[in-house]
Nanobody, 123 residues
Framework: QVQLAESGGGLVQAGGSLRLDCLVSRRTFGLYSMAWFRQAPGKDSEFVAA????????SYADSVRGRFTISRDDAKNTVYLQMINLKPEDTAVYSC????????????????WGPGTQVTVSS
């Protein structure tokens, strides 16, 4: 069983920064493609960013490209989401997800999920 645990959420003013961490309980973490999704109240879950396990190739949603950076430290079994220039519309619960399959924006392809962490951006 693979367990994921997010941390780093909180309240920040517009224009501020936050870094989210996702710790994965699996030694073979480096084989997994990882992604961040978010869900705002009353809205569908939205893909944010993904990083491939084999070569660290990344993919971003248009709404966050240039402001968010996904990265990973395989030695620490952790994937990060660095967020800068945050906007009120970034307010959501952010969840990390893992799959042994290919990197994808489709949430249905991810098998393992963390419980999520709240990010609130005030205007």
């Amino acid at each position: 069983q693979v367990q994921l645990a997010e941390s780093g959420g909180g309240l920040v003013q517009a224009g501020g920064s936050l870094r989210l961490d996702c710790l994965v309980s699996r030694r073979t973490f480096g084989l997994y493609s990882m992604a961040w999704f978010r869900q705002a109240p009353g809205k569908d879950s939205e893909f944010v960013a993904a990083i491939r396990g084999s070569d660290d190739r990344t993919s971003y949603a248009d709404s966050v490209r240039g402001r968010f950076t996904i990265s990973r430290d395989d030695a620490k079994n952790t994937v990060y989401l660095q967020m800068i220039n945050l906007k009120p519309e970034d307010t959501a619960v952010y969840s990390c997800a893992a799959t042994l399959g290919k990197m994808t924006m489709n949430r249905n392809e991810y098998v393992y999920w963390g419980p999520g962490t709240q990010v609130t951006v005030s205007s």
